[in-house]
């Protein structure tokens, strides 16, 4: 009987070792009509109408180094069949991904502490085009 008690107990001790903190994920639809999955949370999104047609910007916030998020970025997309490269930027990380007959994506990847926590920050975009 004691060793059913040690086992439920047990149980029950690791019932509540799995604490850690869940990671957010975005779910971002790119101009070619799929959808990639991030582990970034999701800050905003918003059309602005310009000269070429509209231009979509999708932001997110990540808690992980920009060498990681941009390698998540790149992965995903490369699946999808896009081709990056790389955009000289004094700010931060920029970065194009093009793909046969689908608009070019942007990426642009920075850093700021906030509250003593650095974080990265990602837009995501591109131009939707005047029909």
Do not use: R
Not at 66 to 77: D, G, H, N, P, R
Not at 97 to 108: D, E, L, M, N, Q
């Amino acid at each position: 009987m004691k060793i059913k008690y040690a086992f439920l107990f047990t149980l029950a001790l690791l019932a509540g070792c799995n604490n850690e903190e869940k990671s957010a994920s975005t779910e971002v639809k790119l101009p070619d009509g799929s959808e990639i999955v991030l582990s970034g949370i999701f800050i905003n999104s918003s059309k602005k109408p310009n000269a070429e047609g509209t231009l979509n910007i999708n932001k997110l916030q990540y808690t992980e180094s920009i060498e990681i998020v941009q390698a998540e970025l790149e992965s995903k997309l490369k699946s999808l069949g896009y081709t990056p490269y790389s955009l000289p930027s004094s700010e931060g990380v920029k970065f194009n991904y093009t793909k046969y007959s689908a608009p070019t994506i942007g990426v642009f990847l920075k850093s700021a502490s906030v509250n003593g926590k650095n974080l990265s920050f990602a837009s995501i975009y591109w131009h939707e085009s005047k029909i």
